[in-house]
């Protein structure tokens, strides 16, 4: 069993980009959702990342944040023909207005599309093969993290299960004390018939027991259960719903409220499993 709450963080030194920092957070989502926060120039390298954190993780919000901390992996372009372009321009409209001043330098270097950065896309696909390394360790934390929080969170969730199951069972038993006792009471078949129809909790019972060994089982499963959880959770609480509203025993409606909050926590907990 995994929880989707986790974080880890590692850090690799590429010559000549310098230190190379990856972060990856994983919190609650009732899908896989990526999301990648990488610096300029290593942009074309989100697909191959994405693929890595799909073959490790099923389940959660995955935020990935790469910072490069050391050497500029950008160089400056020059479009010498732009360039040329614009002085031969600009002499053009010095000779026609007859202007004396000579071109600036920082006129030219202003001027739209005569230097930008360019990202070296060669250089990137070469250091793929350390970057690679660096994500899966990195992933490998984050998946040893999640692990044990979801350790924890089994340990939780079988000490619920088995405190309902005892609440039940004592629920049960005086149950059926209390129709014993007062279908001994009532004198014709119909006040008997009435009394059942709107008391008995015998069916509820039953399928709570039933989710509730249903619930057990698949914490043993392997792989992403979380969702098949809160489902099952969510049928644990519509019958401990029907058997509150039925009760008609003080200390049966007691058991059943300390059910149902029980029930409620595991419900809470539920969303954070993978």
């Known amino acids: 069993m995994n929880s989707m709450t986790g974080f880890a963080s590692k850090e690799i ?54 910072n490069v901390l050391g050497s500029p992996t950008n160089s400056i372009f020059i479009d010498k023909r732009l360039l040329k372009n614009y002085i031969s321009i600009l002499r053009n409209i010095r000779e026609l207005a007859h202007i004396q001043e000579g071109v600036r330098l920082d006129t030219l270097i202003n001027l739209p ?60 038993t005086k149950f059926k004390k209390l129709i014993q006792e007062k279908v001994a009471e009532l004198k014709t078949p119909e006040e008997c018939s009435s009394f059942l129809k709107d008391t008995d909790i015998t069916e509820e019972i039953e399928r709570l027991a039933f989710h509730i060994r249903s619930f057990q089982k698949k914490l043993s499963k392997s792989g992403p259960i979380g969702k098949e959880l809160d489902f099952i959770a969510q049928e644990m609480q519509r019958e401990a719903n029907t058997m509150g509203a039925k009760s008609c025993d003080a200390m049966v409606s007691s058991r059943v409220v300390q059910m149902k909050s029980q029930i409620e926590k595991i419900r809470e907990q539920v969303q954070n499993i993978e």
Request: net charge positive; hydrophobic share 40%.
């Open 113 to 172: 599309g005569v230097l930008s950065l360019t990202e070296d896309r060669h250089s990137k696909s070469k250091i793929w093969p350390r970057l690679k390394t660096l994500v899966r360790n990195t992933l490998v934390d984050l998946v040893s993290m999640r692990k044990k929080e979801g350790q924890a969170l089994y340990i939780y969730f079988k000490e619920s299960a088995q405190a309902l199951e005892t609440n039940l069972g004592i629920i049960k």
């Open 13 to 66: 030194t590429i010559t000549p980009f310098g230190k190379i920092c990856l972060e990856i957070r994983s919190t609650n989502h009732k899908f896989l959702e990526a999301v990648f926060h990488l610096p300029v120039g290593f942009l074309s390298l989100e697909d191959k990342i994405k693929k890595e954190v799909e073959a490790k993780i099923k389940r959660g919000r995955i935020v990935c944040v790469m």
